[in-house]
């Protein structure tokens, strides 16, 4: 059975700290890995990692994927309050859907 | 551009009611999925289709029914609510590209509770 685990769960930090969200996988012919940011509403989209692309990065947010050790991370740096979000890692196999991790609930306190 | 929308945005139902949850997309994509979201369990797939009138089971699809009689809509469908299916339900979709699935696109949501 494919299997995203997110650490940690939950994350308080101050404006202005870098912080660091993890994912690791276990999943049948690896295609891709997707990080989503959710605030209130709809995951939007963020990067999106395969085998051709295991580095990605805009403005303060960056991640790489690991595809020998089975994990990505996703890097932001110098946060701000807007960054407060819970931030979901999904991975897509050979069978077409996304399995989706618990998520990492970040809080950027002023 | 609308993208994904979902309607109702919130709704409270009594055991044993049913309703049906709208989601359209004017995006052409391919794929669409049906979602829940329970507090700090993250995205469990109900329903997918891959296109019109092919639909398929996905991690969590008992007590829930859809169709794809267009490449637009996907309706879900809940026939007798029970207490266990209060969550919040996200419609999201997606176009198989170059180099496989793209990214999938989300829906603001319906917050549902069953009393």
């Known amino acids: 059975e494919d299997k995203v685990v997110q650490s940690p769960l939950s994350l308080v930090v101050h404006e202005g700290d870098t912080v660091t969200l993890n994912c690791s996988y276990e999943?049948?012919?690896?295609?891709?890995l997707l990080w989503y940011k959710q605030e209130k509403k709809a995951p939007t989209f963020l990067f999106m990692l395969?085998?051709?692309?295991i580095e990605k990065k805009s403005g303060r947010l960056s991640s790489i994927l690991d595809k020998k050790e089975l994990f990505s991370i996703l890097n932001i740096t110098a946060t701000q309050t807007g960054d407060s979000a819970i931030y979901l890692c999904?991975?897509?196999?050979?069978?077409?859907?996304?399995?989706f991790g618990k998520g990492t609930k970040l809080t950027v306190n002023p | 551009n609308a993208g994904v929308t979902q309607t109702p945005k919130f709704r409270i139902l009594k055991i044993g009611q049913s309703m049906t949850l709208q989601c359209t997309q004017d995006?052409?994509?391919?794929?669409m999925y049906w979602y829940r979201q329970d507090p700090g369990m993250g995205l469990k797939l109900i329903y997918y289709?891959?296109?019109?009138?092919i639909t398929d089971k996905g991690e969590v699809p008992n007590g829930y029914n859809v169709s794809r009689s267009t490449t637009e809509d996907f309706p879900l469908r809940l026939e007798l609510a029970a207490p266990s299916q209060t969550s919040v339900y996200f419609c999201?979709?997606?176009?198989w590209g170059v180099g496989g699935n793209q990214p999938q696109h989300f829906g603001d949501g319906t917050r549902l509770s069953i009393l």
């Open positions: 999201a979709s997606s176009n």
């Open positions: 395969t085998s051709s692309g």
């Open positions: 999943v049948t012919n690896f295609r891709s």
């Open positions: 289709s891959v296109g019109a009138g």
């Open positions: 999904a991975v897509e196999g050979g069978s077409e859907k996304l399995v």
């Open positions: 995006m052409n994509h391919n794929y």
